[in-house]
């Protein structure tokens, strides 16, 4: 074998060690960076609630009246005098004049209507009108509320039950309470998280990613419509390290 045989055969095997031991370096480095980037990545997700209550801020209070009679003209006329009755009654109480608004009448003409097999009804023509407060006076509104019953002596006939006549509550406060809000859901998250990772012998680290949820208002308990539960829950995923 030639001298240049044997020096490329030389050079080749030393290449070839380099290359393994390279590679063997490489996979090492690979391999460690893998196991801290693993480490790196211990995660916790935690959540955190925070729920006020909140006095409702608008009342929409439907009062809905029935009549009855065989002539459209009286039948017009005991409209009139009913909602100037209860108009006349909101306002001694305490509810001013804007926050009173009608509804056109709903006549029905029961001869119209009636099939001839059946027995003639005692009154042709019926109508129920709506009488609405609108207010933010919810205190006023709810006393106004308990003496509805003054207004069945004076001969109206107060009807509703329905989903027409249902009185709302409105929180419309919610943008100004929602910062407050949701940082202390954060911070709940927050407590919750170094519990944790204090019982796993662990360190709390940055958070890696937060979702705020979407924020929910309900009543407090059918009694008490007019007070409202505001609840939202933060979910928040916190780094951990040894």
Known sequence: MSINNKTGIGGAFVLGLFVFL???????????????????????????????????????????????????????????????????????KGISKEEISYTPPSITDKLAQQYAN????????TAFQVVTVYSKNIKTVRNVMGKLSELGKKGIVITGGNYET?????????????????EEATRKAREVAIKFATDSNSQLGKIKKASQGQF???????????????????????????
């Open 166 to 182: 249902q009185t709302e509550y409105l929180f419309t406060r919610l943008n100004e309470v929602k910062p407050e809000m949701i």
């Open 118 to 125: 059946q027995a003639k009804a005692e009154f042709r023509y």
């Open 22 to 92: 390279g590679l063997t370096s490489l996979g090492y480095l690979l391999g460690h960076s893998a196991i801290k980037f693993k480490e790196y990545e211990r995660t916790v997700t935690v959540k955190g609630l925070s729920e006020r209550e909140f006095l409702a801020d608008i009342v929409i209070w439907p009062i809905q009246f029935n009549v009855a009679a065989n002539d459209l003209e009286v039948l017009y006329n005991l409209i009139d005098s009913n909602t100037k009755k209860i108009q006349t009654f909101l306002e001694e």
């Open 216 to 242: 929910s208002i309900n009543v407090r308990d059918k009694n008490n419509p007019h007070i409202k539960k505001v609840r939202v829950v933060s979910t928040v995923v916190y780094y951990l390290s040894d």
